[in-house]
C-alpha cells in the first residue's frame, strides 16, 4: 500500500507542475524609455509591479533603457546577441526600421487569435496613431504613451506685456510679434526670452518636422523610407523662421539648449512661451509656480503637429512562450484603466479611445483641462517622421539646423547639406527598392 501511495502522490505531483497545474512562471524583459521629465522610472516599476501580482504565469522584469535613441541602439544589440527583450516601449517612429530589418514580430495574428481583425483592433485606439503603428496595413506596434508638441505659456508674462492670455499666437505672424513684445532687455542683456524650445537630438527633429508641415509642405515621404525633404521651400521656410528668432530677432536663446534647461527657464521666468511634449505636462503642472497655459503649435499655412511618443513591440527571435507572454502585457497596458492611469500621471494622452469614457477619467479631464488641448490637436496630427535609418537621417538635419541656431551657417545651407547627407544615408534603401527595375 506504501508503494502504490508513493505512486500515485509521483503521478499527481508529475500532473500538477507540467499538465496543466502550478506551471513555472515565463520569465520576461521589458526595455522602457524615459525621453521627458518626471518620475517616470518609479512610476513604470510600479505599473510592472502590479502586472506581476495579477499574472502569477508571467514574471516581468522592467528594464530601464535611457533616451528613445539609448533605448533603439540597446534593444538592436540584442537582438544581434541573439538575447532579444520581449518587449520595448520603443519611439512610434523606429516601428518602420524594425520592419524593413525583419527585427520585429507580426502582431496580427495575435491580434486575429484573440477574435479581432488589424483594422479593428487598431480601430480601438485614435486614428492618428495608426500610421506610425502599421506598416503595409499590417499591425507592428501598439500605440502607449503618444504625444503632440505644445506650446505652454506663462499667463502673467502675457499680462506684462500686455498680451490676452486667453489668446496665445495662433499663426506665425503672431507667434513673432508675440515673442518680440515677450522678450524683456535691461542694460542690454535678457531678462526673459520671449520663446525657447530644446534643440537637443530627437527633440529638435520632432519639433522641426512640424514646423515644416506646418508651413505647407511633407517633411518625408511616409509611404516610402528612402525619401525626405530638407531641400524643399517648406523646410527651408521653417528653419528660416528659427534663425529669425534666434539671430536676427534674438526672441530665442543662440545654441543647442535641452528640455531641462528650457522647463528651467519657463519655471524661473526667464522664457515666457516654450514648447515641450504633452508629455511633460504633469511635470510642468507640479513644479510651475505661477499660472501658465498650453496651446496648439502655431502655424503659417496649414495647423499641423506631429505625433510622438512610443509603442509597444515584440522583438524578432524570442521564443512563442516569450512572445505570448509579452503579449498579455502589451494588452494590459494599453488597457483602458491602465492607459488611463499612466496618461494622469505623466501628461501622454491616453491612446485608448475607451480610456477617456472611464469616470476617473471624466473628472481629471473636468480638473485638468489643459490635458485637453493634445486631444484636441489630433485635428491636426500627422505621422511622425520614419524612414530608413530613420535615427541617422533625422540627425543629418538636426546637425545643420543646431548649426544654424549657433549661428554658424545659414538656413540655405543648412537645408541642402542635411539633403545630400540624408540622401547618401538613404541610397542603400534606394538601390534596393526604387531602382530595382527588372530589365
Same mark, same amino acid.
Given at each position: 500500500?506504501?508503494?502504490?501511495?508513493?505512486?500515485?502522490?509521483?503521478?499527481?505531483?508529475?500532473?500538477?507542475?507540467?499538465?496543466?497545474?502550478?506551471?513555472?512562471?515565463?520569465?520576461?524583459?521589458?526595455?522602457?524609455?524615459?525621453?521627458?521629465?518626471?518620475?517616470?522610472? #518609479?512610476?513604470?516599476?510600479?505599473?510592472?509591479?502590479?502586472? *506581476?501580482?495579477?499574472?502569477?504565469?508571467?514574471?516581468?522584469? $522592467?528594464?530601464?533603457?535611457?533616451?528613445?535613441?539609448?533605448?533603439?541602439?540597446? !534593444?538592436?544589440? $540584442?537582438?544581434?546577441?541573439?538575447? +532579444?527583450?520581449?518587449?520595448?516601449?520603443?519611439?512610434?517612429?523606429?516601428?518602420?526600421?524594425?520592419?524593413?530589418?525583419?527585427?520585429?514580430?507580426?502582431?496580427? =495574428?495575435?491580434?486575429?487569435?484573440?477574435?479581432? !481583425?488589424?483594422?479593428?483592433?487598431?480601430?480601438?485606439? /485614435?486614428?492618428?496613431?495608426?500610421?506610425?503603428?502599421?506598416?503595409?496595413?499590417?499591425?507592428?506596434?501598439?500605440?502607449?504613451?503618444?504625444?503632440?508638441?505644445?506650446?505652454?505659456?506663462?499667463?502673467?508674462?502675457?499680462?506684462?506685456?500686455?498680451?490676452?492670455?486667453?489668446? =496665445?499666437?495662433? !499663426? /506665425?505672424?503672431?507667434?513673432?510679434?508675440?515673442?518680440?513684445?515677450?522678450?524683456?532687455?535691461?542694460?542690454?542683456?535678457?531678462?526673459?526670452?520671449?520663446?525657447?524650445?530644446?534643440?537637443?537630438?530627437?527633440?529638435?527633429?520632432?519639433?522641426?518636422?512640424?514646423?515644416?508641415?506646418?508651413?505647407?509642405?511633407?517633411?518625408? *515621404?511616409?509611404?516610402?523610407?528612402?525619401?525626405?525633404?530638407?531641400?524643399?521651400?517648406?523646410?527651408?521656410?521653417?528653419?528660416?523662421?528659427?534663425?529669425?528668432?534666434? *539671430?536676427? &530677432?534674438?526672441?530665442?536663446?543662440?545654441?543647442?539648449? *535641452?528640455?531641462?534647461?528650457?522647463?528651467? $527657464?519657463?519655471?524661473?521666468?526667464?522664457?515666457?512661451?516654450?514648447?515641450?511634449?504633452?508629455?511633460?505636462?504633469?511635470?510642468?503642472?507640479?513644479?510651475?509656480?505661477?499660472?501658465?497655459?498650453?496651446?496648439?503649435?502655431?502655424?503659417?499655412?496649414?495647423?499641423?503637429?506631429?505625433?510622438?511618443?512610443?509603442?509597444?513591440?515584440? +522583438?524578432?527571435?524570442?521564443?512563442?512562450?516569450?512572445?505570448?507572454?509579452? /503579449?498579455?502585457?502589451?494588452?494590459?497596458?494599453?488597457?483602458?484603466?491602465?492607459?488611463?492611469?499612466?496618461?494622469?500621471?505623466?501628461?501622454?494622452?491616453?491612446?485608448?479611445?475607451?480610456?477617456?469614457? &472611464?469616470?476617473?477619467?471624466?473628472?481629471? &479631464?473636468?480638473?485638468?483641462?489643459?490635458?485637453?488641448?493634445?486631444?484636441?490637436?489630433?485635428?491636426?496630427?500627422?505621422?511622425?517622421?520614419?524612414?530608413? @535609418?530613420? #535615427?541617422?537621417?533625422?540627425?543629418?538635419?538636426?546637425?545643420?539646423?543646431?548649426?544654424?541656431?549657433?549661428?554658424?551657417?545659414?538656413? @540655405?545651407?543648412?537645408?541642402?547639406?542635411?539633403?545630400?547627407?540624408?540622401? !547618401? &544615408?538613404?541610397?542603400?534603401?534606394?538601390?534596393?527598392?526604387?531602382l530595382a527595375i527588372p530589365h
Amino acid at each position: 500500500m506504501r508503494i502504490v501511495w508513493r505512486a500515485a502522490l509521483a503521478a499527481a505531483l508529475w500532473v500538477s507542475v507540467w499538465g496543466g497545474g502550478a506551471r513555472a512562471a515565463t520569465d520576461i524583459d521589458l526595455y522602457f524609455p524615459v525621453p521627458v521629465q518626471g518620475r517616470l522610472v #518609479v512610476e513604470i516599476r510600479k505599473l510592472i509591479d502590479a502586472f *506581476n501580482k495579477g499574472h502569477p504565469q508571467i514574471n516581468v522584469t $522592467a528594464v530601464y533603457a535611457g533616451s528613445y535613441d539609448a533605448t533603439n541602439l540597446k !534593444t538592436q544589440a $540584442a537582438i544581434k546577441a541573439g538575447h +532579444p527583450p520581449a518587449a520595448v516601449i520603443m519611439s512610434a517612429n523606429f516601428v518602420r526600421s524594425y520592419q524593413i530589418n525583419h527585427e520585429i514580430v507580426l502582431l496580427d =495574428p495575435l491580434i486575429e487569435k484573440d477574435g479581432l !481583425t488589424p483594422k479593428r483592433f487598431m480601430g480601438e485606439f /485614435w486614428p492618428a496613431l495608426a500610421d506610425n503603428a502599421t506598416v503595409g496595413g499590417k499591425v507592428y506596434g501598439v500605440p502607449f504613451q503618444n504625444s503632440t508638441p505644445l506650446l505652454y505659456y506663462s499667463v502673467d508674462a502675457f499680462k506684462q506685456a500686455g498680451l490676452d492670455p486667453n489668446k =496665445p499666437p495662433v !499663426t /506665425w505672424k503672431q507667434f513673432i510679434a508675440d515673442a518680440q513684445k515677450l522678450t524683456m532687455v535691461k542694460n542690454g542683456s535678457v531678462q526673459r526670452y520671449g520663446f525657447e524650445m530644446p534643440g537637443t537630438y530627437d527633440y529638435l527633429g520632432w519639433i522641426v518636422s512640424g514646423l515644416a508641415m506646418s508651413n505647407g509642405g511633407q517633411y518625408y *515621404n511616409h509611404d516610402y523610407a528612402g525619401e525626405v525633404y530638407y531641400d524643399q521651400p517648406s523646410t527651408l521656410g521653417a528653419v528660416m523662421l528659427l534663425d529669425e528668432m534666434v *539671430n536676427k &530677432l534674438h526672441v530665442m536663446p543662440p545654441g543647442v539648449t *535641452n528640455a531641462s534647461a528650457v522647463s528651467s $527657464a519657463f519655471f524661473t521666468g526667464h522664457t515666457a512661451m516654450m514648447v515641450l511634449s504633452t508629455g511633460a505636462l504633469s511635470f510642468i503642472r507640479s513644479n510651475m509656480k505661477a499660472p501658465f497655459k498650453v496651446a496648439f503649435m502655431p502655424y503659417n499655412v496649414r495647423p499641423a503637429a506631429p505625433i510622438g511618443g512610443a509603442s509597444l513591440i515584440i +522583438p524578432a527571435g524570442n521564443s512563442p512562450a516569450r512572445v505570448a507572454a509579452a /503579449w498579455t502585457l502589451i494588452k494590459w497596458l494599453v488597457s483602458p484603466k491602465i492607459a488611463g492611469e499612466w496618461s494622469r500621471f505623466t501628461g501622454y494622452f491616453a491612446p485608448r479611445i475607451a480610456a477617456y469614457q &472611464l469616470p476617473a477619467m471624466q473628472d481629471y &479631464l473636468a480638473k485638468n483641462p489643459d490635458a485637453k488641448v493634445a486631444l484636441a490637436q489630433l485635428k491636426n496630427a500627422v505621422p511622425w517622421f520614419d524612414t530608413f @535609418e530613420t #535615427v541617422a537621417v533625422r540627425k543629418a538635419m538636426e546637425n545643420q539646423v543646431q548649426a544654424v541656431l549657433s549661428g554658424r551657417t545659414t538656413p @540655405e545651407k543648412a537645408v541642402k547639406a542635411a539633403q545630400a547627407a540624408a540622401d !547618401t &544615408l538613404m541610397k542603400p534603401y534606394v538601390e534596393k527598392t526604387a531602382l530595382a527595375i527588372p530589365h
